[in-house]
């Protein structure tokens, strides 16, 4: 799978972006850079002034890039889960197990993420710690309808529905596979999100980790 990851050029919705930071190297250091920054400081106190002071660049050059930095945060979580989305049709494709297939696309959306040395431009680890605690922040404002439609989190709901479709050939009468496999991918998100600031009402996190909690509740439900 790594050597198949190595070649990978993901796509990302061109509304999202001004000109695509990936055809640059002054795109891909604004890439790099601002996941560092946001990952630093928060997304809230992050600025284009300060990531530019970060690169050594003009503010008024990463404008040529995004519009504003709503559209780089959901510029890099859509990186993000069509990351996850790679991963988790290459870990499935020829799984011909329904409950093997659930457990490996639970396990890549519930574990700790590493970094992949596939792409240097982009720190998966750190990344996935902007996931946690600022995705909801891409979903959560009055715009959401129109850049719903827009298809601003076309990559984000394709990660479920993929769920959503092993979920169903678990168990075919199932008649919530949706709330379940959103609710799996959300509550991850939110136990890593509860380990990292409110850790006493997570005591068994410790223990089973997020994977382990969401695989047996899927299989307790489905099976």
Do not use: C
């Amino acid at each position: 799978m790594q050597n198949l990851l190595s070649n990978l050029k993901i796509t990302i919705n061109e509304k999202l972006y001004v000109k695509d930071p990936e055809t640059s190297e002054l795109g891909l250091n604004i890439l790099k850079n601002s996941i560092i920054l946001i990952d630093e400081i928060g997304f809230e106190a992050f600025t284009f002034k300060k990531l530019g002071e970060k690169i050594q660049s003009n503010e008024s050059s990463i404008y040529r890039y995004f519009e504003n930095k709503h559209k780089l945060l959901v510029y890099l979580t859509s990186w993000y889960w069509s990351w996850i989305e790679y991963r988790m049709a290459f870990a499935t494709t020829n799984v011909s197990n329904p409950i093997e297939k659930l457990e490996k696309a639970i396990k890549l959306v519930t574990e700790n993420v590493a970094d992949d040395n596939a792409t240097p431009y982009i720190n998966e680890e750190i990344l996935s710690r902007i996931i946690v605690e600022e995705f909801t922040k891409t979903l959560m404002t009055k715009e959401v309808d129109n850049e719903n439609k827009e298809g601003f989190f076309l990559v984000y709901k394709r990660v479920i529905n993929r769920i959503i479709d092993i979920i169903k050939e678990v168990n075919p009468e199932y008649p919530y596979a949706k709330s379940l496999a959103s609710n799996i991918v959300e509550g991850a998100l939110h136990q890593h999100f509860l380990k990292n600031h409110l850790k006493t009402i997570i005591f068994f996190f410790y223990y089973y980790g997020s994977t382990d909690i969401y695989t047996d509740m899927a299989k307790k439900i489905l099976l």
